[in-house]
């Protein structure tokens, strides 16, 4: 069953041109069973809103301005907001707003374990985005649905230059998330598991929940990130993986492991047995006889700073400090 989400729009805040976008973006989360917007419609300045709530059932909540320079509109969509939360069985809520107003707003409801899809103007401000599990600048919406297939085909295969025009203000660096990807793999390298591309996915969004690759003018994660120098990409049938690209031969990618492996069990060290099989699950055509050794315990023995120690039926490598 899909996740139900409601849709709150501040109409003073967002153009009318953007609903389309909107709804196509929301449908990849979930089901939206509220769709409604908040706005003064004795205004002219909202009538653009007008045909597009016909066409798409949004439910329009009237707000009189009752104090000049005052935004009466943020306090009926907060109020609707916690009384949807306290009545309504959802699993998220889609703030619409360029308007930091609404940052307490998307910071109580996800304290209520509830998922907030923020979607603002590249002006929108800081605190509002980072208050969102998920922030989407609008802009960027529009221009992706309204690029045919052709432009977007050319936007993938010729992403370098384009990237650059395409890069919003507000956007992180590529730098700050090639830092981060990298402090994800070498976590996940130290517990000896693999970084898939999903997982880098959600973890950024986790960090910077504004972070979407169409800012750099890509629309798919994995062709974003094959353009930062620190990364590559392993593809294993469906399966694809992330991981550091190191000019390194392979025999130092080996040796570095091995001495990690034993490092990380402290002073007991590691049974020569479990050290192997980790090898053979990491490096699958790793033969000890190509580097120079008959026995894998000679292999082990030569590193610097690791001595073998018989202990009854098994024998372990255990890292010695220096001194």
């Known amino acids: 069953m899909d996740d139900r989400f409601a849709l709150l729009i501040d109409a003073d805040n967002v153009s009318a041109k953007y609903i389309k976008p909107i709804l196509d973006e929301l449908s990849k989360y979930g089901n939206v069973t509220y769709k409604r917007i908040y706005g003064d419609w004795t205004k002219t300045n909202n009538a653009s809103w007008k045909e597009e709530l016909l066409q798409n059932s949004i439910t329009p909540i009237q707000q009189f301005s009752y104090t000049h320079g005052k935004n009466a509109t943020d306090s009926a969509m907060i109020i609707d907001a916690m009384d949807m939360l306290y009545t309504s069985e959802l699993e998220g809520f889609c703030l619409v707003s360029s308007d930091s107003d609404f940052t307490k707003l998307a910071s109580r409801l996800r304290e209520s374990g509830k998922t907030v899809i923020g979607m603002g103007e590249d002006k929108t401000p800081s605190p509002f985005r980072k208050a969102c599990d998920i922030f989407t600048v609008l ?185």
Request: net charge neutral; proline share 2%.
């Open 139 to 323: 802009e960027i919406l529009l221009e992706d649905s309204t690029m045919d297939k052709d432009e977007k085909e050319e936007k993938n295969t010729a992403p370098q230059n384009h990237g650059k025009q395409q890069k919003k203000v507000n956007a992180v660096s590529k730098e700050k998330i090639e830092e981060a990807v990298v402090k994800i793999i070498t976590e996940n390298q130290n517990n000896d598991r693999e970084t898939g591309l999903g997982e880098v996915g959600s973890r950024l969004v986790k960090l910077y929940p504004d972070f979407d690759v169409r800012q750099y003018g890509y629309s798919l994660l994995s062709k974003f990130l094959e353009t930062l120098p620190k990364l590559k990409l392993i593809q294993e049938g469906t399966k694809v993986s992330v991981a550091l690209y190191e000019d390194k031969s392979k025999k130092e990618r080996i040796e570095e492991y091995i001495l990690r492996q034993i490092q990380s069990n402290g002073r007991y060290g590691i049974s020569l047995g479990s050290l192997g099989n980790r090898i053979r699950m990491r490096f699958g055509d790793f033969k000890v006889r190509d580097y120079g050794y008959s026995q894998f315990k000679q292999y082990i023995e030569s590193f610097p700073n690791v001595e073998i120690v018989e202990d009854g039926e098994r024998t372990r490598a255990v890292y010695m400090k220096s001194e």
